[in-house]
Nanobody
Framework: QVQLMESGGGSVQPGGSLRLSCAAS??????????MGWYRQATGKQRELVAVISPVNSTDYADSVKGRFTISRDNAKRTVYLQMNSLKPEDTDIYYC?????????WGQGAQVTVSS
């Protein structure tokens, strides 16, 4: 099981920006083999994919965040980032980091993002 530690959540006004970070308890060699992703979940709703980045840096985004959010990874730091710009109230959720390799999947503890005026 991979230990994932998110940071960077908080409260921001509509139109603002936040950057989430997720550090993994993996060696640099192992981290490179994992697909890393960000998901979000509101109370009473299903967890949904926000963005994912593969071991070869291909990315995919939910339609609702395309053009506003950017996922990236720094293999040397074993960290994945989610840069969130032009935030909207509907982006308010708990954001979870995910590490995936084959049948193995691990989750972070979640970071609260609140967008409100």
């Amino acid at each position: 099981q991979v230990q994932l530690m998110e940071s960077g959540g908080g409260s921001v006004q509509p139109g603002g920006s936040l950057r989430l970070s997720c550090a993994a308890s993996l060696s640099i060699f192992s981290f490179r083999l994992y697909a890393m992703g960000w998901y979000r979940q509101a109370t009473g709703k299903q967890r949904e994919l926000v963005a994912v980045i593969s071991p070869v840096n291909s990315t995919d985004y939910a339609d609702s965040v395309k053009g506003r959010f950017t996922i990236s990874r720094d293999n040397a730091k074993r960290t994945v980032y989610l840069q969130m710009n032009s935030l909207k109230p509907e982006d308010t959720d708990i954001y979870y980091c995910n590490a995936q390799r084959g049948d193995s999947t691990s989750w972070g503890q979640g970071a609260q993002v609140t967008v409100s005026s």
